[in-house]
């Protein structure tokens, strides 16, 4: 018997929650939208934004499925995210288009707007 994947648990969601960690190690839960491609998850913030800078200082992640408002559905989930370069965006930005609509109009994007791909650990 195979042991499902890592990303099994988050197939079908609309939405995590990403945990990230202050310097002092305290966590910090945002739900956000995701999107799937083969042993990856991408997610696109601000680098502007709290999360971007968290994770700019320490890569270490959890995920689990959550409501619109953060209310967890599932497990935890621990993982590492990488900030993409402008050059690699494109995976991203089309994995998340094809999930949520709303991200095909150009009022959502800003020069600001970075896109974050996190690797799930296996259970």
Same mark, same amino acid.
């Given at each position: 018997? @195979?042991?499902?994947?890592?990303?099994?648990?988050? #197939?079908? /969601?609309?939405?995590?929650?990403?945990? $990230?960690? *202050?310097?002092?190690?305290?966590?910090?839960?945002?739900?956000?939208?995701?999107?799937?491609?083969?042993?990856?998850?991408?997610?696109?913030?601000?680098?502007? @934004?709290?999360?971007?800078?968290?994770?700019?200082? #320490?890569? /270490?992640?959890?995920?689990?499925?959550? $409501?619109? *408002?953060?209310?967890?559905?599932?497990?935890w989930i621990d993982g590492q995210a990488r900030i993409l370069d402008r050059a690699e965006e494109g995976v991203a930005r089309q994995a998340l288009e094809r999930k949520y609509f709303l991200?095909?109009?150009?009022?959502?994007?800003?020069?600001?707007?970075?896109?974050?791909?996190?690797?799930?650990?296996?259970?």
């Amino acid at each position: 018997m @195979s042991e499902p994947a890592p990303a099994a648990p988050l #197939q079908g /969601q609309k939405y995590i929650s990403l945990a $990230t960690f *202050r310097r002092n190690g305290q966590e910090v839960r945002t739900p956000v939208w995701f999107a799937e491609q083969p042993g990856q998850l991408y997610v696109m913030t601000r680098n502007d @934004s709290g999360k971007f800078r968290r994770i700019r200082n #320490q890569p /270490q992640v959890r995920l689990a499925p959550c $409501t619109m *408002r953060g209310k967890l559905t599932g497990a935890w989930i621990d993982g590492q995210a990488r900030i993409l370069d402008r050059a690699e965006e494109g995976v991203a930005r089309q994995a998340l288009e094809r999930k949520y609509f709303l991200m095909r109009f150009p009022w959502l994007w800003s020069r600001k707007n970075v896109f974050l791909e996190i690797t799930l650990r296996p259970a």
